[in-house]
């Protein structure tokens, strides 16, 4: 049998079942059906006793009779309920629905076993709508261990697509096609992992035979999942590297050794040194580069974009940096042209506040290569912008940015069809395991030392009730001279309120804090952008203390006299981006603070999250325990990814099986590169399909 026959093949699965299962579930092909998996399994290798029962046991099966049956009115028709005896005890059942019916063929005294969840009223037990079966009849039939339970959904139920019907489809289907199910992995590789059949998994996955082959069915088929997302994404990076030609950088020149030695305000941390070394290599090799740069908050990423473009400009090539707000993109360019003051290096920046004048200006500059450096916004992928010999795109805070933009980007000068060198910059950790399977093609460098001399933020917790305390100690920093931010949620579904809050606390502040002796900045989502920036460019002058924010601050601004960050009713704010607005202080030589303002009423989720920011300052820790409280899919840029529609692994629960997958995959690989060899044809012929269909395979980046 075909297994990409359409699902109308199999045996009592007809045209209008086929659509609602496609409408319903997704499920087009025989082969999307073996590959339905079940959610959980109804495990009846189990008896209970009615003594055994307990609060907390949800689904039981239980030996006894009925003893008697009685039907009660009630306001909408009639409830029948029998009560049901065994050696140790008596419970009830119950029905509400075909009363009637159930009524008449319910028989009392004979033994019977029945299965269901279980209810509880003051201390009883009783089952609404159980399974029953004849004890005589149970004997004589052949019982399944471990019943599947399938995904379903309320039309499925309505159209009485009911567990039993998915289960018999499955059970046909399997018996049709059993032979046909096709084996990816060589006998070897099988026994070398220990990995089971895959004829068996599948039929073990449905219909288990025992717990323990249930387990080497599941370890199977998450192995085999992981195991060829990582071989593509492994495969996409091998082709990357030896078929896309990238532009070499040659020369370390004049503009490089002069900043290096002359402009570089500091010295680079060793981290930065080997970040950027990792990079000359990479924009050396005659491949383009496709690097992703992670290093937490205020590890000094700029610095080594702004050192990376001027070996770009070394080498003839134009380059450029693109960051997620005007506000960032601001400050970029101030901090840039000032660290470039010196040089003849020309930057200009290009943002949706630009006014036509000057777009023309900086167009004529990119297309006649005098302009060297480009920082800007999105407005940078607008299709009028291109350049001469763009060699160099860095973008800022990848994770606001979708694929297709950052493929745009790979268009605004190809030469002969040389895209420019990539480097995404981001201070959001992202878990490895996660990294493994979302950027497993990208090369990855960290940053994973800060600059000197910097102090740990001293983090606390604080109930609202607390405020008056909180607003001494604000007194008392700024009294040192020190700025202050103070930051509300926004939640995008009601903007109003967030508005009013803002507002609110802007006001309760400027009471606490009276002109002229403080001075206040106030920024949020709903102001133009020139007069955001004229607020915080207030805030970097120094001429404000307090900076009352939305969340418009979080990413990468940079104030190093700012030493706190109150964070109001901060179990709204999720864990990546606590930690973004911590990273705002602490940028300075001052001991910096972040105080968390709380209700008194949190979820377990807020306290964690809470808590976790108060024990450590760590990005990466803070971004697996972040994945652990909201799962993979809604952590930054994998939706998009596809990579994560995984049918049964689970990049947090299985990641030791992640690792154990990608191991295999790279071995394999490291031998047999293009997996010619005999034994590998196996693997060649799966990743071909996989090809065909999957979305990873078109250009991440
Ligand atoms: P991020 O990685 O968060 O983007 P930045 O690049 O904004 O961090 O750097 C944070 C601050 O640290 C800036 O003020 C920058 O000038 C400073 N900095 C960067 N590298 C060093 C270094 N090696 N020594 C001292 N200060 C540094
Ligand atoms: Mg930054």
Redesign the pocket.
Do not use: E, H, W, Y
């Given at each position: 049998m075909n297994l990409n026959q359409p699902i109308t093949y199999i045996k009592g699965v007809s045209v209008a079942r086929a659509e609602l299962l496609y409408s319903e579930l997704g499920i087009r092909t025989c082969n999307d059906f073996l590959h339905l998996f079940p959610n959980r399994y109804i495990d009846k290798t189990q008896f209970y006793t009615i003594n055994q029962l307990q609060q907390n046991s949800s689904e039981v099966q239980i030996v006894g009779k009925i003893t008697g049956i009685k039907t009660v009115q009630q306001k909408r028709g009639s409830r029948l309920v029998a009560t049901f005896a065994d050696a140790t005890g008596t419970m009830e059942l119950v029905w509400f629905k075909g009363v009637k019916w159930i009524k008449d063929s319910l028989k009392v005294n004979t033994p019977y076993v029945i299965y269901g969840k279980l209810n509880w009223f003051k201390g009883t037990a009783n089952m609404p709508h159980p399974e029953m079966e004849l004890v005589s009849e149970y004997k004589s039939k052949i019982q399944m261990a471990m019943q599947p339970v399938y995904p379903s959904t309320e039309k499925l139920s309505n159209k009485s697509v009911s567990n039993k019907v998915m289960r018999t489809m499955i059970q046909n289907l399997l018996q049709q096609s059993f032979d046909s199910i096709e084996e990816t992995f060589t006998t070897d590789f099988r026994t070398e992992n220990q990995l089971l059949h895959k004829k068996e998994s599948i039929l073990n996955i449905h219909f288990p035979k025992s717990q323990e082959l249930l387990a080497k069915a599941q370890y199977r088929l998450k192995f085999e999942e992981l195991f060829y997302i990582q071989l593509q994404l492994l495969v996409k990076k091998l082709i990357n590297k030896s078929r896309i030609k990238g532009y070499v950088f040659e020369n370390v020149g004049e503009q490089f050794n002069t900043f290096y030695n002359n402009h570089l305000?500091?010295?680079?941390?060793n981290a930065?040194k080997r970040v950027l070394k990792e990079i000359r290599k990479d924009t050396g090799t005659g491949a383009q580069m496709n690097r992703l740069l992670q290093?937490d908050?205020?590890?000094?990423?700029?610095?080594v974009g702004l050192l990376v473009m001027l070996l770009a400009i070394d080498n003839g090539y134009q380059a450029t940096i693109m960051a997620p707000t005007e506000i960032l993109a601001n400050q970029h360019y101030n901090g840039i042209k000032e660290l470039l003051a010196n040089t003849t290096i020309n930057v200009e920046l290009l943002t949706g506040s630009t006014k036509t004048k000057k777009r023309r200006e900086i167009h004529e500059g990119l297309e006649n290569g005098s302009l060297h450096i480009l920082i800007g916004t999105h407005a940078i992928l607008e299709d009028k912008v291109q350049f001469k010999k763009l060699g160099l795109a860095i973008i800022d805070e990848q994770h606001r940015f979708g694929v297709a933009q950052r493929s745009k980007l790979w268009k605004k000068s190809e030469i002969e069809g040389v895209p420019p060198h990539v480097l995404v910059?981001t201070?959001t950790p992202i878990p490895r395991t996660l990294a493994m399977s979302v950027y497993g093609d990208l090369d990855v460098s960290v940053?994973d030392e800060l600059?000197?001399g910097r102090k740990a933020v001293k983090t606390v917790h604080r109930y609202d009730s607390h405020r008056l305390g909180v607003f001494r100690f604000l007194k008392d920093e700024i009294e040192k001279g020190r700025q202050v931010y103070v930051v509300y949620p926004l939640i995008q579904e009601s903007q109003a309120m967030d508005y009013k809050d803002l507002m609110d606390g802007y006001e309760s502040i400027v009471r606490e804090f009276p002109s002229p002796k403080y001075q206040i900045s106030i920024v949020h989502g709903q102001m133009k952008p020139a007069d955001k920036d004229y607020e915080m460019e207030r805030f970097l002058r120094k001429e404000t203390q307090i900076m009352v924010a939305t969340t418009v601050i979080e990413v990468?601004v940079?104030v190093?006299n700012a030493s706190v960050m109150v964070i109001e009713s901060s179990e709204r704010f999720g864990l990546s981006q606590l930690h973004q607005l911590r990273?705002r202080v602490g940028?300075g030589a001052e001991q910096s603070y972040c105080i968390l303002l709380t209700g008194v009423k949190l979820s377990s989720d807020a306290k964690t999250r809470i808590k976790t920011m108060v024990e450590t300052s760590d990005g990466f820790k803070i971004a697996e325990v972040d994945l652990k409280l909201r799962g993979p899919g809604n952590i930054m840029g994998t939706q998009q990814s596809g990579v994560l529609n995984l049918k049964i692994a689970d990049v947090v629960k299985d990641s030791p099986i992640l690792y154990n997958a990608r191991q295999c995959a790279i071995k394999i690989l490291n031998d047999d590169p293009g997996l010619k060899k005999e034994e590998n044809a196996l693997m060649l012929k799966r990743l071909t399909s996989l090809q065909r269909t999957s979305g990873i395979w078109s250009n991440i980046s």
């Open positions: 305000p500091f010295d680079l941390t930065q290093g908050v205020g590890s000094g990423k700029t610095i910059m201070a940053i600059p000197p990468g940079n190093p990273g940028r």
